[in-house]
């Protein structure tokens, strides 16, 4: 009898981590989805107001575990925003540009010794600029390799209230986003994690860049971010007795 205790206590306790892990592994989709919600709110601002949007340079990849003793803690992957080669030129097409000639000029200097593959989206760009020229000036310019442009051949992006500063600085953006989402996400995901008042949630975010093998040292650019709440605010939350608002507040962020 005493046996058979100990074996049924045995497959309790098997039972029981393999529950905590497969609640953990759901955890870890939560916060992947976050992160692709939070890129994805920043690449529908970005798209509607230039032509080229950045994009994401890979998945996020997420890996959760429990120290005994602390919490749960996970470790997310952000891949990198990567921008589009012709994004130098966002301000010469949604900007008031006066010496369009010039600007043109040094345009058709870049697309000639710049790699074939890049030349088409350089030469849009030319085309967008020349319609602006011929808005503000009848004298038209030329693009390289292209006749003159009308306004029936090049559509007007639209004037649109994205923030500025999403468009100054879409990788502070994206960070901004992808901060929010995951707040969100340990806020309002992780009852079935079962946190000790006692206990933290910590999320430790990072950039997921491939380190350059020529420069294996060069890591001045990578940051982390940690996240830490406490189960006892993740439990007030679930009960009523905190807004969301407020549980955000409770949410410490670091940066490193």
Do not use: C
């Amino acid at each position: 009898m005493m046996l058979t205790g100990s074996v049924v206590a045995a497959q309790q306790a098997d039972d029981s981590q393999v529950r905590a892990r497969q609640r953990i592994a759901m955890m870890e989709g939560t916060l992947e989805s976050a992160v692709k919600i939070g890129a994805e709110n920043l690449l529908r601002q970005v798209r509607s107001a230039v032509p080229d949007p950045p994009m994401l340079a890979g998945y996020p990849e997420v890996h959760g575990f429990r120290l005994d003793g602390y919490g749960i803690f996970f470790d997310v992957g952000v891949p990198m925003l990567r921008l589009p080669v012709t994004w130098p030129l966002r301000t010469l097409i949604t900007s008031d540009n006066r010496d369009l000639e010039s600007v043109a000029a040094e345009l058709k200097q870049l697309i000639a010794q710049m790699d074939a593959r890049y030349q088409p989206q350089f030469a849009q760009a030319v085309r967008r600029l020349e319609l602006r020229a011929q808005a503000q000036n009848p004298i038209a310019l030329r693009a390289p390799g292209a006749g003159t442009v009308t306004a029936n051949q090049v559509a007007v992006a639209p004037q649109t209230n994205v923030d500025a500063r999403v468009i100054d600085n879409p990788a502070e953006g994206y960070t901004r986003e992808v901060k929010a989402a995951l707040i969100d996400a340990m806020i309002e995901n992780s009852g079935p994690l079962a946190l000790r008042p006692d206990e933290w949630l910590t999320v430790a975010a990072r950039d997921n860049v491939p380190r350059d093998p020529l420069s294996p040292g060069d890591t001045t650019d990578f940051s982390t971010i940690i996240f830490r709440v406490k189960g006892s605010d993740l439990a007030a939350f679930r009960a009523g007795r905190m807004t969301l608002e407020e549980a955000r507040q409770k949410v410490d962020v670091r940066e490193y």
